[in-house]
Antibody, heavy 124, light 108 residues
Framework: QVQLVQSGAEVKRPGSSVKVSCKTS????????FAWIRQAPGQGLEWMGR????????NYAQKFQGRVTITADESTKTVHMELTSLKSDDTAVYYC?????????????????WGQGTLVSVSS | EIVLTQSPGTVSVSPGESATLSCRAS???????FAWYQQKPGQAPRVLIH???NRATDIPDRFSGSGSGTDFTLTISGLEPEDFAVYYC?????????FGPGTKVDFK
């Protein structure tokens, strides 16, 4: 079955960067969209951006434009999310999630498979 | 971006009762690009409904979705103890694929 396994928790200083990885197994990779979604403590879900590896390019929420980069490595079936210029309010659990259907079916672009989440704590 | 507003923020119900959750979009969303998720504490969300009214795999039929345009509804009929959670709506027709702020279903 499809599994998404994320890298471990991170503690970062304000102004630094973090890179979180999401390794996939058991299912398609290059033709599926992968999204990054974060959740601050006690708060709701916030969509950050998305990549479909076969197309290479990513799109991002305006809020994160210029600070976030989502990339995909087809050789390892891993998706990465790098966030720069970290602030204390970037403290959150970061999830990667894979679409239900591949790029041919835009009605399947909801997040069906989820990673376990990675806690990123930003503190001085 | 399309803003989703959910109401109520919290609904208190007893097991066996029904709950109706609403999600309103700031502009029209294709029902084919609309989903509901459930999240329990310490867990990743899981999709309940896609295409506004289609239950995802293994989702019990006490969960039902409806709506179109800017107004969507999730109904939980005969709540079970495991249904007490936070529910989010999402549109994925227009980037960014925004989520609503969530509705918490808790014990009365």
């Amino acid at each position: 079955q499809v599994q998404l396994v994320q890298s471990g928790a991170e503690v970062k200083r304000p102004g630094s960067s973090v890179k979180v990885s999401c390794k996939t197994s058991g299912g398609g990779f290059r033709s599926f969209g992968f999204a990054w979604i974060r959740q601050a403590p006690g708060q709701g879900l916030e969509w950050m951006g998305r990549i479909t590896p076969m197309f290479g390019s990513s799109n991002y929420a305006q809020k994160f434009q210029g600070r976030v980069t989502i990339t995909a490595d087809e050789s390892t079936k891993t998706v990465h999310m790098e966030l720069t210029s970290l602030k204390s309010d970037d403290t959150a659990v970061y999830y990667c999630a894979r679409d239900s259907s591949n790029f041919n079916d835009p009605y399947g672009f909801y997040s069906y498979y989820w990673g376990q989440g990675t806690l990123v704590s930003v503190s001085s | 971006e399309i803003v989703l507003t959910q109401s109520p923020g919290t609904v208190s119900v007893s097991p066996g009762e029904s709950a109706t959750l609403s999600c309103r979009a700031s502009e029209s969303v294709s029902s084919s690009n609309f989903a509901w998720y459930q999240q329990k504490p310490g867990q990743a969300p899981r999709v309940l409904i896609h295409g506004a009214s289609n239950r995802a795999t293994d989702i019990p039929d006490r969960f039902s979705g409806s709506g179109s345009g800017t107004d969507f509804t999730l109904t939980i009929s005969g709540l079970e103890p495991e249904d007490f959670a936070v529910y989010y709506c999402q549109q994925f027709g227009t980037s960014p694929f925004t989520f609503g702020p969530g509705t918490k279903v808790d014990f009365k």
